[in-house]
Nanobody
Framework: QVQLVETGGGLVQAGGSLRLSCAAS????????MAWYRQAPEKKRELVAI???????NYADSVKGRFTISRDNAKNTVYLQMDSLKPEDTAVYYC?????????WGQGTQVTVSS
């Protein structure tokens, strides 16, 4: 079993920054992809950013140039640096990791951007 603990959400003004962290623990022998998703009220969950075990990254068009995903394999942790935040970035952000082809989700952390 794998546990994910997310931290770093909160309330920020438009144009501000936040950094999310997601630490994985438990039966971890080989983490494949690590990713961040988000879900705004009455909207579907969407992929924000993903990073492979080799360090390749991909971003949703809406966050390109503003968000940066990174990972620390020694700490089994993935980060999401969010800059130039906009009110439309308001959502619950979820961490997702794939371990041995099984997908695990964090509990979610609220990010609210005020205008």
């Amino acid at each position: 079993q794998v546990q994910l603990v997310e931290t770093g959400g909160g309330l920020v003004q438009a144009g501000g920054s936040l950094r999310l962290s997601c630490a994985a623990s438990g039966r971890i022998s080989n983490i494949n992809n690590m990713a961040w998703y988000r879900q705004a009220p009455e909207k579907k969950r969407e992929l924000v950013a993903i990073i492979t075990s080799g360090g390749s990254t991909n971003y949703a068009d809406s966050v390109k140039g503003r968000f940066t995903i990174s990972r620390d394999n020694a700490k089994n942790t993935v980060y999401l640096q969010m800059d130039s935040l906009k009110p439309e970035d308001t959502a619950v952000y979820y961490c997702n990791v794939v371990v041995r082809f099984l997908s695990y989700w964090g509990q979610g952390t609220q990010v609210t951007v005020s205008s």
